[in-house]
């Protein structure tokens, strides 16, 4: 049999290299290449706010005398061991006063009273009844985690089509078939976003928690950089909160991105682009 061209072996595309998430770096490091150059041509002494070449000289020798890597695993355990207790409660709590109307008018009204407690309010309690030791500071990172994924899953419950729900009565569906089949997926892309923002409150509340004493954590980098008079040691640790927050927000991002393909929205089309 002849050969035609049509059936011969396509040779494999290319894997396409794309530098767009690159384009996030743009801002940062111009802003960083500016400030040196102030600095460099003593338009400022940089003894407040240290140029960028300081900075990283600081964090280079913190990660080489292994601190910030000590540091950085203590933040992220109090952030993880946090967020998901806050997580649990919010979504169970956000489930059942969004689905039941009497639990939301028992419920609700002292939740949202709750939320505008502020953060730092919490801590002389917290530390009344839990110590001095990790469970007041993970405690005040779940209350933090806890009011947006609350009230995300509350909202994103109460706003499910009506329509869809008609449609799961109309095959007699149960109550638990018809959260697994038509709530769940109804509200998994605003449960992800409250999830993110969950995420964003955790890491600012652990800068309080770790003002309760912590003998350990980024916070305490931030104090003992503030008490020594080390604005490098500040900077780099607030560069290490920036990178580690937005490096856990992509991981959500990333991990809850199956769940969402489904999704034919404008964002999934400019994706495409």
Known sequence: MVETLTDAPR????????LKPLLGLLLPLGLALVWEGVVALGLNSGRLLPPPSVIWATLADL??????????????????????????????????TGYSRLLSRLL??????????????WVPL???WFGIFEAP????IAVGVFFPVYLGVMEAIRGVDRKIVEVGRVFRLSGPAMVRRILLPAILPAYVTALRAGLGLGWMF???AEFMGASAGLGYLLIDGQQLGKPAQIVAAIIAFAVLGKATDTLLAVATAPFLRWQDSFAASRRQE
């Open 126 to 128: 917290f530390i009344l």
């Open 206 to 208: 652990v800068v309080a």
């Open 137 to 140: 500071k993970i405690a005040l």
């Open 108 to 121: 609700d009204p002292t939740l949202q009273a709750l939320r505008a407690i502020p953060s730092i309010a």
């Open 11 to 18: 040779p494999a595309r290319a894997p396409v290299v794309t």
């Open 63 to 96: 990660w080489l005398r292994g601190d910030l890597a000590h540091h950085a695993q203590a933040t992220l355990t109090r952030v993880a061991l946090g967020f998901a207790a806050g997580v649990a409660a919010g979504t169970a709590l956000g489930a059942v």
